[in-house]
């Protein structure tokens, strides 16, 4: 399993201070915050996309990933969201395509479809058109990435004739794509018919609902052709604070909770750990709640934890990710490797897919359905 951190890039008041940072002072600590994540050695550190205050996270999240990757040597760098539905698929398959020729390779991306409401007419969408808009802005990106002299007409852009992106993917290999969703059962459709992976960033929603989302995906992984259920691609989000011992935790937390402008002003913190995956505690509760993670969700590939946000500052976040990288991830490693069978799929990367491509086993979209066969 690869773990490893997002972040959102909110640009939020410290409460226990009243000070904000500036946007120059968060976009460098996101900078430092993903150096550290490889210092610590986490496998992951993913960005979310983001067109409006009060956040900072890129609104081209290539830039920040190829300015990790030229300081950094061997952690993955993903994106939290990639707005399939706002962002031109064409600008998509050459910005992503040119960041993995410069990561070389350590590079993939999660589609999704935002939690912005006016973010679609600033770009000329309607946010009616949102599940259609991620449907066919994909199929052209899968086709971009795969296919040279594309000729291509839908409803949403201007009709292409004989296009070819420019870089072509690293080794004729485009980067993993994980779908992305909380809600709606269509992405997760989407991400079963053509055999990518499906994310869960679940830090709002109660297991059950995770259960059903991941469950429907395997499913209809199962039935395109793509392997067995337990062998579709997972990774699911969650959230986390440590100190020494919970009651600690939970009295130096609290504060950031309760301001947060992602979940402020709602359920109390008790009820809000109890009813999500946030974890404020001691890192052996951080340890044993994400193991439990598995009994809703089955043996999955990616853990990615929230904790740069809610107006902590910078030094604490390292602190966090000392404890996580030092204390958490070594017996999550181990624990899942003593659990998980052998035919669990291991998390993708760039040289496994690389291989899957050369051995001929590149998933067919809609499986063995569109390939012509029974189902």
Avoid: C
Avoid at 233 to 244: A, H, K, N, S, T
Avoid at 324 to 340: D, M, N
């Amino acid at each position: 399993m690869q773990f490893g951190i997002f972040s959102i890039g909110d640009v939020t008041p410290d409460p226990t201070t009243g000070r904000t940072p500036t946007e120059h002072e968060r976009i460098k600590a996101m900078v430092a915050i993903g150096k550290k994540a490889e210092e610590v050695g986490l496998d992951v550190f993913a960005m979310g996309q983001h067109h409006n205050p009060p956040f900072v996270a890129p609104a081209n999240p290539p830039i920040l990933m190829a300015h990790l990757a030229a300081q950094t040597e061997r952690i993955r760098f993903s994106t939290a969201t990639t707005l399939i539905t706002t962002t031109d698929p064409v600008r998509l398959a050459e910005d992503y395509a040119y960041v993995q020729h410069l990561a070389d390779g350590r590079v993939d991306l999660t589609l999704g479809r935002g939690n912005t409401g006016p973010v679609y007419p600033w770009f000329g969408k309607d946010i009616r058109a949102g599940i259609p808009l991620a449907v066919e802005n994909y199929a052209l990106l899968h086709r971009l990435w795969r296919e040279n002299d594309v000729d291509w007409q839908g409803r949403f852009r201007t009709a292409l004739q004989g296009f070819t992106a420019t870089p072509r993917p690293l080794d004729d290999v485009p980067p993993f794509v994980w779908h992305g969703s909380i809600r709606s059962p269509e992405i997760a459709e989407q991400a079963a018919y053509y055999g990518d992976g499906f994310f869960h960033n679940n830090i709002f929603w109660n297991k059950e609902h995770t259960g059903r989302m991941i469950e429907m995906y395997r499913q209809r992984y199962e039935e395109y052709g793509h392997g067995s259920a337990d062998q579709a691609i997972v990774g699911l989000g969650g959230q986390v604070f440590m100190r020494r011992n919970s009651q600690d935790a939970v009295r130096e937390f609290r504060p950031y909770f309760n301001n947060a402008p992602v979940y402020g002003g709602g359920p109390s913190l008790e009820d809000f750990t109890e009813q999500t995956p946030l974890t404020v505690g001691s890192p052996e509760q951080v340890i044993e709640r994400t193991l439990s993670f598995r009994e809703y969700a089955g043996d999955y590939q990616r853990q990615l934890f929230l904790m740069d946000h809610a107006g902590l500052p910078l030094k604490t976040v390292l602190e966090q990710l000392d404890m996580l990288g030092e204390e958490v991830v070594p017996v999550l490693r181990r624990e899942v490797a003593a659990r998980a069978p052998e035919t669990t799929p291991q998390a993708p990367t760039h040289e496994s897919l690389v291989l899957r491509r050369r051995e001929g086993k590149d998933p067919v979209p809609g499986g063995v359905k569109a390939a012509g066969g029974q189902g």
